[in-house]
């Protein structure tokens, strides 16, 4: 009960020790620290919190209205409810090098076992639309370097994203991930690839960890695990998949509610209430409650 058995340091140190198996990592987004819950109960391998989830949850387009407190505090709340490794969206890092530092120790604090930092300019855009400018090398390399060293945690997974290749194309996407993992990122997360050899082409370039984006509506295919896994790729995230889905359950819910004056119809699409007393381990609390209200002073009582 109230979850996270494990603290963020051991999270961290099984994130790495997963990573290192080479095995790829599913991560899928949670919306909600609940849906964390969900994801860890269907034994996926790490979570993963969305900027363009806590944008569109706030009702907020996804273009850096956010602050790394309302950030921070919705990695805390899911980080919390989960024994499994978060990864979450720190955009463009909130500021300059000095704001970077002050970012990886907030997110750090929050719990996070990993964040991505990545070189668009502020205002930042979703990386499927057009439109998108980036920074140059330097002031990645900057953002990179100024987040690596402020990390007080070695475990803390600091990843650069580069969206870079639909700006200037898939060469220059090659050549900064080079350079970011010469920086000192611990993972590179390639924005925008257009099919499995551009994924290929950033493998063959670094040898650290590469995260690969399955987002609907994008500009990348949804490959399948296995696509994704032959070649090298090490973490994949569904980042607003869940929410999409969520959404639209909730919108063909209203519509029968408003056809039909009752939901009945879509109670079959429901999580029951049985299914979400399981998720929050209900029990648990009942026993909790009842152990404590049931101890009984006298038997503690020394009657010498
Ligand atoms: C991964 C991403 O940064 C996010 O915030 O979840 C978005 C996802 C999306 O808008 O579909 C992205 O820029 O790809
Ligand atoms: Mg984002």
């Given amino acids: 009960m109230l979850y996270a058995t494990q603290t963020p340091a051991e999270k961290r140190r099984l994130f790495r020790a997963s990573l290192a198996t080479g095995e790829l990592i599913q991560m899928p987004g949670a919306f909600n620290p609940l849906s964390a819950r969900l994801i860890e109960s269907k034994g996926f391998g790490g979570v993963y919190i969305s900027g363009a989830v ?28 989960t024994d499994l490794p978060t990864l979450v969206d720190a955009d463009t890092g909130f500021g300059e ?23 668009q300019v502020n205002p930042k855009r979703c990386g499927h639309l057009d439109g998108k400018v980036v920074v140059d090398d330097d002031t990645m390399i900057k953002r990179i370097r100024s987040a690596v060293s402020a990390r007080r945690d070695p475990n803390l997974l600091i990843m650069a994203r580069t969206d870079i290749r639909s700006v200037d194309g898939l060469d220059a996407a090659v050549e900064r991930a080079k350079k970011l993992a010469d920086a000192g990122a611990d993972a590179i997360f390639p924005e925008a690839m257009k099919d499995l050899s551009e994924f290929a082409a950033i493998r063959a370039a670094v040898d650290i960890p590469v995260l690969a984006n399955m987002t609907e509506f994008g500009k990348s295919e949804l490959f399948t695990k296995q696509q994704l896994a032959d070649v090298g790729i090490n973490i994949v995230i569904y980042p607003v998949s869940f929410l999409r889905l969520a959404m639209g359950a909730a919108m063909r819910g209203l519509d029968a509610l408003l056809e039909t004056g009752t939901l009945q119809s879509v109670v079959p699409e429901m999580q029951t209430r049985a299914e979400l007393y399981e998720l929050l381990d209900y029990e648990a609390y009942s026993q909790f409650d009842s152990s404590i209200f049931n101890f009984s002073l006298d038997a503690h009582v020394r009657h010498d």
């Fill in 97 to 119: 090098p000095m704001n970077l530092a002050r970012t990886v120790q907030t997110l750090e604090d929050a719990g996070v076992a990993g964040l991505h930092v990545e070189d």
């Fill in 54 to 81: 806590l944008s569109a949850d706030l009702g907020l387009p996804d273009i850096g209205l956010t602050t790394l407190t309302e950030v921070a505090g919705r990695a805390a709340q899911i980080s919390r409810m």
